[in-house]
């Protein structure tokens, strides 16, 4: 096989492996996506419930209504900051999908054909799902912090 013919071979084989990497990569970066969104139900669930669990029993155990409050708040804080780790998690997982998605993009309309793939856009960001997860996301917390801000916290007191 002459010199050229395998330099062509390689760099078809290289670019394939690229493309593979970088296909791999998106789909990871969806599944970590999902997987973000399951760890904070899980643990906005057990934080909540044990919110629910303390205001059930916080009289019962000799505890002032300052330190109550205290506490509840604390668990508020806590959720804040699941949240702000989770959404931030998210954040950069959409930045590097988007990345990978313009060097796939290229790649594809490099080899097989010009447009071949468009490049996503961020006016798109309205079609994404993982738009209104976010959103959704932060919908929670805030109505979790108001509701017991406004309506569990003044019982406490």
């Known amino acids: 096989m002459p010199k050229k013919a395998q330099k062509n071979e390689l760099a ?4 394939l492996e690229y493309y593979k990497y970088v296909s791999n990569e ?25 919110g629910v669990a303390f205001l059930a029993t916080w009289r019962n155990m000799n505890i002032t209504p300052q330190t109550a409050v205290s506490i509840f708040r604390s668990l508020e804080g806590l959720l804040m900051l699941l949240a702000t780790f989770i959404l931030l998690s998210m954040i950069a997982g959409i930045a590097s999908w988007y990345d990978y998605r313009k060097e796939e993009t290229k790649l594809l309309n490099n080899e097989v054909d010009l447009d071949f793939r468009k490049t996503p856009k961020l006016r798109n960001l309205w079609r994404w799902s993982e738009t209104y997860l976010v959103l959704f996301l932060i919908v929670f917390v805030v109505a979790v912090i108001v509701y017991s801000e406004t309506q569990i916290i003044p019982l406490i007191k």
């Open 12 to 15: 078809d084989n290289l670019k």
């Open 26 to 50: 998106i789909h990871s970066l969806n599944d970590n996506f999902h997987k973000f969104l399951s760890l904070f139900q899980t643990l906005a669930t057990a934080i909540i419930g044990g």
